[in-house]
């Protein structure tokens, strides 16, 4: 997996309660560390505040593959990159890596579609032109 292709990345704290009877953070969980990912991207890349009253974005699609247990003690990284824009909507990837004695390891991959959504009328819209800017701009 080459990492070097992702420009944002999130710290996360795996917390006792994300841990299951095995012993390793529970499959639910990594897509939370996804979301906490693409919140963190949007505050870091779009400058812009949204106001999530009126317009916003809706997650229409996630997936994830996983790769290896994810532990209590585990160091672990979101990584995550907008691959697609479109004209309402956008894709993201995920790379979710564990570092356990100096030694980073693949947990997981995931992607993400999200659709650019005015909550009053309960209708897509077209990403704001700032958002797009923004986010060329980081991803080139």
């Known amino acids: 997996m080459d990492l070097s292709t992702f420009k944002h990345k999130t710290r996360i704290q795996v917390?006792?309660?994300d841990i299951d009877k095995?012993?390793?953070?529970?499959?639910?969980?990594?897509?939370?560390?996804?979301?906490?990912?693409r919140v963190n991207?949007?505050?870091?890349?779009?400058?812009?505040?949204?106001?999530?009253?009126?317009?916003?974005?809706?997650l229409a699609r996630i997936e994830v593959d996983y790769k290896s247990p994810i532990l209590l003690e585990d160091e672990v990284w979101v990584y995550a990159k907008v691959s697609r824009?479109?004209?309402?909507?956008?894709?993201?990837?995920?790379?979710?890596?564990?570092?356990?004695?100096?030694v980073?390891?693949?947990?997981?991959?995931?992607?993400?579609?999200?659709?650019?959504?005015?909550?009053?009328t309960s209708?897509?819209?077209?990403?704001?032109?700032d958002?797009?800017?923004f986010i060329e701009n980081f991803e080139r």
């Open 15 to 17: 917390r006792f309660k």
């Open 41 to 58: 991207y949007l505050a870091d890349v779009i400058k812009t505040p949204i106001d999530w009253s009126k317009d916003g974005i809706i």
């Open 22 to 37: 095995l012993g390793h953070v529970n499959n639910a969980n990594h897509l939370t560390y996804f979301e906490l990912s």
């Open 104 to 120: 980073t390891t693949l947990a997981a991959l995931g992607k993400s579609v999200q659709v650019c959504f005015n909550y009053e």
């Open 85 to 102: 824009l479109g004209t309402s909507s956008y894709d993201m990837d995920y790379v979710i890596v564990r570092i356990a004695n100096d």
């Open 131 to 133: 958002w797009r800017a």
């Open 123 to 129: 209708k897509p819209i077209k990403m704001p032109p």
